[in-house]
Structure formats: C-alpha cells, structure tokens
C-alpha cells in the first residue's frame, strides 16, 4: 500500500492508495456539499442535482453515460448525504481513464430542461417509496427534530412541494457555488500506478473552476422531546432515538465506534441480550454517526406495538447501567475482535478503500492507513470509554416513533 | 482467474468440502450448507426451520448461549445464519487465522447445539417479529408474494413460515425436525481465503468425519399459486411484481437466460431502466433478475410507482418484456459481457463472495465451475443463440401481482 496526494493548481485535492495486490481500482469524487448546504428555497437540490449529473453534458448524452459505464463494466453508483456527495465507481485498470473521464463529466453536467423536468419525476417517485418505509420515516423526522434550527436537520431528499417548485437555474446556481475544484476531492484506490492518476487529473479536471465553498460548522443542543407519527396500517412500532456524541474530530471517536458496537451491534451486543433474544423485538441496534462539528448515538428498534412503552424502558435501563458502570475488559475485547475483522474485511476491496480514504479526507483531511485504523482501534482503554460516557451519556433525547400507537408515553 | 484451484474433498459420510485458497486476502470465509430448510417444515407448522435457526445459536457444545455467541464473536465473525427453502445456510468471514477455530464452533452448532425449552418462546417471538416486518416493507412483501404464486409448493412457500404456522408450532416438532434433517449427507461446505487447505481438511474430516448419515427426509409437493393477485395496502407507492418462466442453473441455456435478462435489466444501459426510468421518468426502482432452484428458473420483475403511474409502468414493463423477443443488438450483448467480466475477475478479492459460489455450483451442478470456465461460456454467447433461447422459451404465461390502493389492469393479450 502506497499513498500518495497533490493537489491540482485549482484547487482539487487528488489522494491515492495504490497497490498491484488486488484486481481492480475504486475512483470517486467527493464532493463537499450536501443537504446541511442548502437553504429553505432549494432543499433537495443537492440530491436532485447528483441525479441529474447523470443526464451528461455537452460531450456525452445521459445515453451515452449509461451505456459507457455498461461497457466498461463498471460497479459505480452516487450517494447524497446530509455533508457529502460523492460519485463513484470500480473498474479493472486497463478502464481506469475512460471511467474517470466519465465521472469527471459528471461534476461539469449540462443540466438541460428536458432533462430536469424527467429526473424530477423520478426523484418524486424516490420521496415515494422511502414514505412507505416506517424507519426511513422516522429518519427524516428525527433528523428535523433533533437537528431543529440546525444545517444537519435539513432533508436530504427534501419534499414534494420543495422538489416539484425547484427550477433548473435554481440547481445550476448551487452547482455554480459548491461544486469548485476547491470543494472536490478525487480518490483512487486499488491497482494503479501514481502516475496515471496525475495524469488523469490533469486531462479530464485542470479546467475545472477555482474555489471553494464555505460551510459553516457549529455545536449544537439537540431538541428533546418525543415525536409522534400514527401509520394505523403498520403492523409493527417503530422507534428512534438520538442524543449527541463526539464530532468527527473528536480524539474520543473510535472509544465511540467501540461504544456503539458494545451497546447495539446487531448480534451479542447490550441491547441484542436486552431485546432482541428474548424475542421482544425484530432488531436493535445503536450506530455512531459523525459531523462536522458535531456527532450522534442513533438507536433504532422495531417490535410489536404494545410492547412499546416496556421496550422503550428496557433501553432506558441499558442506557442507565453503561452511563453508571461503564463497559467490561471483556466486551471492550470483543467489540475490538469484531470492529478489525470488519476493517480488515472491507479493506480487501478498492471500493471499501476508497471510501474509507475519501471519507478521512473529508472529515479530517489527513490519510490514515489500514495498520493506523488498527492501531487506532486497539488502543481504545475502558478508562476511555468512561470518559467518553461521562462526556456523552447515552439517553433517550429526542424520540421519534412511527406506527399504530396513537400515543406513546415512558417513564 | 488463472492459478485459481479448487479442493473437493468428499468425506465418507457424505459431506461435500470445498477449498480455495486465496493467497492475495488476509480474510477467510466459509458457507455450510445443511439440507435441513423450509421446505420440510411441517404444512401446518411452516416456520419450523425458521424457528430451529434461531435456537441452534443458543447454545452448542460446552457453552451456553451467551458462551457461544461471545465465542463467535471474540474471533470478529461477520456471521449470517438463516432458514432457506432447501437449506439452512451458515456463512461467515473473519482473519484467516480465526477460521479454524470458527468452523469447530459450526460443528458443535450443527451436531451438537443445546435446544433449550426455556428458549422456544422468546425463538418464536423472533420469528413472528421477522414476519412481521416485511409487512411493513412493501418492497420485500411483493416480492415474497410473487415468489409464493410463480413456484410449485413448498418451493414458492416464504422460509419465514407464517404467522398461523409459528402459533400451530411446538418444541417438539422442532427438536424432530433436527433430528430428521441435519445430517452430513448432501451437506456442503465450502472455505474460501488465505487458508492452507490441508490444514482445514484435516479439521472437518475431524471435527465432521463422524457426524452420521442419514436418509434423506420426503417432503410435500403441491402445485403453484394463481396468476393474477392484487394486495389492498394504503401506501404512496403501487408494487408490481411480474414473473415467467426460465431455465435453471443446471441448464445448458443458463448463460443465454442470463444475458437476456441481463439486456432486460444488466445495467443502467438495459431496456427497463432506460424504457421505464429514463425515457418515462416513471419509477425510481425497476429491475429484473434471473433466480434458479434446483430445477426451475424464474425471472422475476420488480417496479414501484405512485398510483398514478402504476398502470402506465406495468404497461411498458410488459411491453419491454414480450419486445425481447428477436430483437436483441450485438451492442447489448457485448455489453453484458464486459460487465460479466468485470464482476468475475472482481469475484476475487472476496473470500465470502467465492465461498458461496463454491458451495452453490455443488449444490447445483455436483461440481465447482471455475472462473475461466464461465468467463468461456459468456465470451461464447451470440445473438444468434440467445434468439434460438428466447424461441425456446418465450417470456410469456406472466404472473403479475400489485400491492397498493387499487388494482390495475392486466391486458388479456400479454398472457
């Protein structure tokens, strides 16, 4: 494993994990700007802008993106989120340069009106299918709640009315202010040499424009309360919480990634032996999430509906008994054992590399090898956990419920 | 894909154990097939496999099922265990160096696990919940449906069982249900990674050797499910699932099955996605994709749109379908051989991807087909021949089941 990095006279930030032991390589562009970024007038359209970087541009029609990845044989995709949107694809090497040209002309769309007034119908029917999911609900709403009067309480998808009254030239005004050279990062993971990855850039991303965008970061007091969303046709209760955790830059992030898989890993963790053995739940979990400037425990379970008041009482009591006691020698073991395998299992392919390089960019500007992750992990003492926790107790801060119940009161 | 050697070794007893190893990865996986799934769950008990799953983990050997569990996890196994039709299926992947003690763990889950009475409850609650939620993803339910009505019984029957079938069920039953189902014969297990296989053969042939044969238990057939079905459900969005008929894994004609469906619904370029999505803007989620049981192939087909696109979805999709026929390019062949290509050679940086194949080819060919024998296969293929296989088996006799407000309307001339 080699790294390297340069950055291009505008602005882009060109990073690289290079290795012949594996058979393809992984190429994305992140680009720093997502919901968070948006205002009130054009919400969704960080979203609705990846989609339509698909349509091409005056070189190459949405057909001819669409057969071009096909031909080349591409796994790729492109992700929105609330700090990030990112376009991505793996490929053999011997397609490294015609994949990165196409992603790269996907940064530069033409954002033509025929084409936005199509895409629009599909994003509509996306807001669609993710309201028939009961969990994907109580996402967005627990986003806008615990995030009230906050950049990270903004929609990723936005809504209907937000998305139907979006114009092009709104999209093409945001696409003018973030995506800068400045503002994107280009990754390549995987087989290839250093060279050809410079070269790439130079060719397909040196007439990008300079510049970067702002963002603003700050702390935030989450809204507590508890938010209720009736679905009389849902056959189970589906409940979320979320309370603040240590930000992306936190020196008590990875005591918090060790946290989060002894209290809510999906097998063998606290809540697993709380609720999930005894039956009195489908699945729950508790995740760690970081920000810019900011982090969250995210806890999530579904179970039968009038059980819901005694489940919401047995996380509370998890909760209580870590926030006191801390975690044992034992589990802190385990969820080391659980969190390397993981590591070590992505790390084998160039994709799960490159999102894990494009990702420490992004959040902490610097490059962290697999043995430094390693490292990082196995150093995390119980005595940090208990500092963590005294830091950040895990509490039940904002709720969000969505199912039958018509109320739902704890406590 | 060359230097790629695969172990077959057959135990006495019956149990097929495949090794390959992969010098490039650090990892290692495994997946143990036990022919022990759903289909031979009681008919009026169905969700027996499903609930047997959940107590083989509570306990095994010498430890208890908090020991166990903290025993799997200690060695950082990324483990999935569940009921399938035919097979209960274990898999997991962790650091090479934990595997061993990890499948002598697996030996004591599948021989030796405890069953405990004081489980069977909370076991069951765990199914029924899993039930449960697929009611509340229509994605999932529609699928699960279509599945019911296009393949004869058991093999369309949900290996979640049913909710009527989990409250008819008792501890007997599934501790009999064990003790006639689990056994080495026609059992595979195949170990993919940085493993040295002489090693691992010696471990199975100990930790496996004298696990004994057994007859192979019956179970009941019965014919397919309707049609045509609409499900009621209130939501935003109507489900279309649509099925026909296709060819097997075994078959001779798999691979021009796979590349037709691959023209449908292969890639952003295929025709549903382009037809349906790009063109009409009428869905977010269209596809198709080619399943196989042992003996028969389905294509099943996936949309999901507001009410008011739903007729015009199911419409075109259709249309895509019964258009396949004759008039397949050259360009989209080759389209779907790059991409076979690609996913092929990338097969390799992936020890739990090639120890699931290696354990499907045996179950479904008695033999492990090696990369460059289906690269050679996919390079073979020509319009030519996957027109004489579209003549042979036309996409027709559909089966189409909606889920939403209101049903729509299926045109008497496509079926």
């Known amino acids: 494993m080699q790294f390297h990095e340069a950055r291009l006279n505008n602005g882009l930030q060109v990073i690289a994990e290079l290795t012949t032991g594996v058979h393809s390589v992984g190429v994305g562009f992140f680009v720093k700007t997502g919901s968070r970024d948006e205002t009130d007038a054009v919400s969704g359209v960080s979203h609705f802008l990846e989609h339509m970087a698909f349509k091409g541009n005056d070189r190459f029609s949405a057909d001819d993106v669409n057969r071009i990845f096909d031909e080349v044989g591409a796994k790729y995709n492109a992700a929105t989120a609330e700090e990030l949107t990112m376009y991505y694809a793996a490929v053999l090497p011997e397609y490294l340069d015609r994949t990165t040209e196409l992603l790269a002309a996907l940064i530069r769309p033409a954002l033509r009106q025929d084409d936005f007034d199509m895409e629009k119908n599909v994003i509509l029917e996306e807001i669609g299918m993710y309201d028939d999911q009961p969990m994907f609900v109580a996402y967005e709403k627990m986003m806008q709640a615990h995030f009230n009067g906050h950049p990270l309480g903004r929609s990723v998808l936005g809504t209907k009315e937000s998305v139907s009254a979006l114009t092009s030239e709104q999209m093409r005004g945001y696409h003018h202010d973030h995506y800068l050279a400045g503002n994107v990062i280009l990754a390549v993971a995987g087989n290839c040499e250093w060279a050809e990855v410079l070269e790439l850039a130079n060719k397909h991303c040196a007439d990008w424009p300079a510049g970067e965008a702002s963002r603003v970061v700050t702390g935030h007091q989450p809204h507590r309360g508890t938010f209720l969303i009736q679905r009389e046709t849902s056959q189970q209760q589906h409940v979320m919480h979320q309370d603040t955790a240590p930000d992306a830059l936190h020196p008590l992030r990875a005591a918090a990634e060790l946290l989060s898989v002894i209290v809510g890993d999906d097998s063998g963790s606290r809540l697993y032996w709380e609720l999930v053995d005894p039956g009195y739940v489908e699945g729950a979990e508790l995740t760690y999430q970081e920000y810019h400037g900011v982090g969250v425990f995210r806890t999530f379970f579904n179970g039968q509906p009038e059980e819901t008041e005694s489940n919401l009482g047995r996380v509370r009591k998890v909760y209580e008994k870590i926030n006191r006691e801390g975690v044992t020698e034992q589990e802190l073991a385990q969820a080391k054992s659980k969190v390397c395998s993981r590591v070590v299992l992505s790390s084998e392919r160039p994709m799960g590399r490159l999102e894990s390089l494009g990702n420490n960019w992004i959040y902490r500007n610097r490059y962290q090898s697999v043995a430094k992750d390693l490292a990082q992990i196995r150093a995390v003492t119980t005595s940090q956990i208990r500092d963590l926790l005294a830091a950040f107790p895990l509490a039940q801060t904002t709720t969000v419920t969505v199912g039958p119940k018509s109320t739902v009161t704890w406590k | ?415």
């Open chain 2, 1 to 415: 894909m060359p230097g790629q050697q695969v172990q077959t070794i057959q135990l006495p007893n019956g149990l097929t154990l495949l090794i390959e190893p992969m010098a490039d990865v650090q990892s290692a996986a495994f997946s143990l097939l036990v022919p022990a799934g759903s289909i031979y769950d009681p008919p009026d008990q169905a969700g027996c496999a499903s609930v047997l799953v959940e107590l083989l983990v509570r306990g095994a050997g010498e430890l208890d099922s908090q020991g166990l569990t903290n025993a799997l996890d200690n060695l950082g196994l990324q483990r999935s265990e569940s009921a399938e039709r035919r097979y209960v299926s274990f898999g997991g992947a962790t650091l090479a160096e934990n595997l061993p003690a990890a499948l002598r763990l697996y030996a004591d889950i599948v021989r030796r696990p405890h069953l405990p009475d004081d489980q069977f409850e909370a076991a069951v609650a765990g199914s029924e919940q899993t039930l449960l939620s697929i009611e509340d993803e229509p994605r999932q339910k529609i699928m699960v449906e279509l599945r019911r009505m296009c393949y004869p019984d058991p093999w369309g029957k949900p290996s979640e069982g049913s909710l009527e079938g989990l409250a008819n069920l008792s501890m007997p039953t599934v501790k009999q249900h064990f003790q006639r189902c689990f056994r080495p014969n026609e059992s595979i297990l195949g170990v993919a990674g940085n493993v040295d296989p002489a090693e691992i053969r010696a471990l199975v042939e100990d930790a496996f050797g004298d696990w004994a044969a057994q007859p192979e238990p019956a179970y009941l057939s019965g014919p397919r499910g309707a049609y045509r079905d609409h499900i009621e459900h209130e939501s935003t969005q109507t489900q279309i699932g649509i099925a026909f008929d296709s060819v097997p894994y075994r078959d001779p004609d798999y691979y021009s099955a796979w590349a037709a469906v691959g023209v449908l619904s292969g890639g952003s370029s295929s025709r549903l996605f382009t037809e349906v999505r790009e063109r009409r803007g009428l869905c977010y989620a269209v596809h198709a994709g080619l399943t196989s049981s042992k003996d028969d192939g389905r294509v099943l087909c996936y949309a999901g749109t507001t009410v008011e696109r739903a007729q015009e979805t199911l419409d075109v999709t259709l249309q895509e379908i019964r258009r396949l026929r004759g008039s397949i390019q050259n360009d989209e062949l080759d389209r779907c051989k790059a991409r076979a290509k690609s996913s092929l050679i990338m097969q390799q940086e992936s020890s739990s991807g090639r120890a699931a194949s290696l354990a499907n080819d045996w179950f479904h060919l008695g033999r492990v087909v090696s990369l460059s024998e289906i690269r050679g296969q996919i390079e073979s293929l020509t319009v030519a021949r996957l027109h004489a296989h579209l003549e042979k088996y036309p996409p027709q006799d559909f089966t189409i089941l909606t889920l939403g407000p209101q049903p729509l309307e299926v045109p008497n001339a496509v079926s």
